[in-house]
């Protein structure tokens, strides 16, 4: 194929129809590759001889804790982001049509976004309060993949409209923040070590992943790349695995009740929220790290994501 041949076929317009079917292939390929790794994983358990009913909890809480997430997003947060989006667009600086070159641009500019979004719900109280959800289980599997948290989708939708701002189509952009998050499933896993050192050094991978969910004090607030781990590296994020991860956050639940584990990060905030002396100082808990207190006048240095030090 000559390069002009590879152009066009890269510049050809793509109908939200095929991005549609695109994106169904996807969430299937992905879905039944997570089970099928899941099951690995349930036998790599058992044959390791660390299979609880503990464990078993702590999966089923993961779907449970999913399906409360799901049954939010479709109520509100998609019906949110469709008329935001689709407003925003009428203010668009650009009309950036969609082709297959288009598609891996924006892809690339969401997989950005994720990083600052996600770094940002690391270290804003309010945000961290509904994503910690994710990061709460004392386990790492594939339905880890799919803990999340009430407000999960509220936060990222300030980050993402800025992509339609641009110019591209509000379909593409939803694609593409999807597509993202897509990819990260298969991060959550013990059960494959490192990729050979090119991979490791561009793509985000399991071992990177599990960086960022471990409460090991080097490992807190590490990691924070979607796709391409790049941006870490980049902007100062970036940590090997070089120890064994504790996972969980740095103060467990201690609990795999899913009602506790899908409310608790709100609840505590707001009971610190009440705790906390002056208005001011009950703002800045809203928006300052979540490690912050009153007594120590600023923030602390971004070590820590939600508590003070790990348990080991």
Known sequence: MSLDTLFTALTAAVPDSSIATFEGLINSWFFYGAVAIFGLEFARYVYRGRMSWNLLGDCATNIITYSGYLGLSYLVFYAFYGTVFYSAHEYALFDIETTWLSMLVCILLADLTYYWGHRFTHRVGMAWATHEVHHSSANFNMSVAYRFGPLDDLWPIAFDVWLVVIGFDPFLAFFATLFVLQYQTFLHTEGIGKFPRFVEAVMNTPSHHRVHHGANPQYLDKNFAGM?????????????????????????????????????????????????????????????????????????????????????
Do not use: C
């Open 228 to 312: 391409l781990i790049i941006w870490d590296r980049m902007f100062g994020t970036f940590q090997e695995e070089n120890e064994k991860v504790v996972f969980g956050l740095s103060e467990q639940l201690g609990t795999v009740n899913p009602v506790i584990v899908f409310f608790h990060g709100l609840y505590d905030l707001g009971r610190k929220v009440v705790q906390t002396p002056g208005m001011g100082n009950k703002v800045r808990r809203l928006i300052l790290p979540p490690d912050w207190e009153p007594d120590a006048g600023i923030a602390a240095p971004p070590t820590a994501a939600g508590a003070i030090q790990p348990r080991q």
